[in-house]
């Protein structure tokens, strides 16, 4: 007798999918909505939810919008986490691939590069560079993302090792094809699905990382919106308004949660085995 097990799948990444829809949406278009401006008074310091409309989130301590405050950092937290992840995603990815397709002293250059980049501490790293160079998003984008580039390289150099010696690969090798369509037309491709369901775990990680860089002060300068410069700035009114550090924390906690639930559903679909190993 065979038994035919069925799985389920979750609904989770659906309002997965439309939380991080919403909030790209947003971002995207906060200068086109009716908000006021995230760096100047609107009212009385910690007016209370519902107090005044449409200030429905309340103010902060100096009496700035808090919904604007949260529209514009989503805006500064997404940019920083895509673009990181991008920049992470692009080199560590290419350059795992060559250090797959060249292997001996090139895979061994590239090798102690990115080991000297993981031999740094990444927070004390991250503190440094904003000791020398000016605090911003550009910063935050290029110092996070080279940071994060050894684990996609390693991913990437893994995957295309395991398609080396794949009978396409073999067979364009065979008929004459030059290195750069082996590895733009062979080997790239097949990299993209396992590389891209990781990156989309790391833009959360990204996320909580620019988020714990703004909280110690060292990530997005005031007075440009951040969560964690929310939250930074919400800690002292915590027993008074908890709503100044709930609120950054509740938007960030969702969008954390949401990529990490699209990132795994990704995963699963290009390794459907991955769901059963649980």
């Not at 309002?15 to 971002?27: E, I, N, T, V």
């Not at 940071?147 to 295309?160: E, H, I, T, Y």
Request: glycine letters at 10%; hydrophobic letters at 55%.
């Amino acid at each position: 007798m065979t038994t035919v097990v069925t799985r389920r799948r979750s609904i989770a990444p659906w309002p997965a999918s439309g939380w991080l829809g919403l909030l790209g949406l947003l971002a995207l278009g906060v200068h086109l909505l009716p908000l006021a401006a995230p760096d100047a008074p609107v009212g009385a310091p910690n007016l209370p939810p519902f107090a005044a409309f449409p200030e429905f989130l309340g103010t902060d301590g100096i009496g700035r919008s808090v919904l604007s405050r949260l529209v514009h950092g989503a805006r500064i937290s997404l940019t920083v986490s895509i673009g990181a992840t991008l920049l992470a995603t692009v080199v560590g990815g290419l350059l795992g691939v060559l250090a797959a397709y060249l292997r001996g002293v090139a895979e061994s250059v590239i090798g102690v590069l990115l080991d000297a980049v993981l031999a740094f501490p990444p927070l004390l790293l991250l503190l440094a560079l904003a000791a020398v160079v000016r605090p911003g998003v550009g910063t935050l984008v290029a110092s996070l993302g080279l940071l994060f580039v050894p684990p996609f390289a390693r991913l990437a150099k893994a995957a295309a090792l395991a398609r080396l010696n794949r009978e396409y690969v073999v067979a364009a090798e065979a008929l004459g094809a030059g290195h750069g369509r082996l590895l733009f037309r062979e080997l790239l491709p097949g990299c993209v699905p396992p590389v891209a369901s990781y990156a989309v775990v790391m833009a959360a990680l990204m996320i909580m990382v620019e988020g714990a860089l703004s909280f110690l002060g060292v990530g997005i300068p005031p007075p440009a919106p951040s969560w964690g410069a929310m939250i930074a700035a919400g800690k002292d009114f915590l027993a008074p308004e908890p709503q100044l550090v709930l609120v950054p924390c509740a938007a960030m906690f969702l969008t954390v949660l949401s990529f990490n639930t699209v990132g795994e559903r990704l995963r699963e679909r290009v390794d459907p085995g991955a769901g059963d190993a649980r």
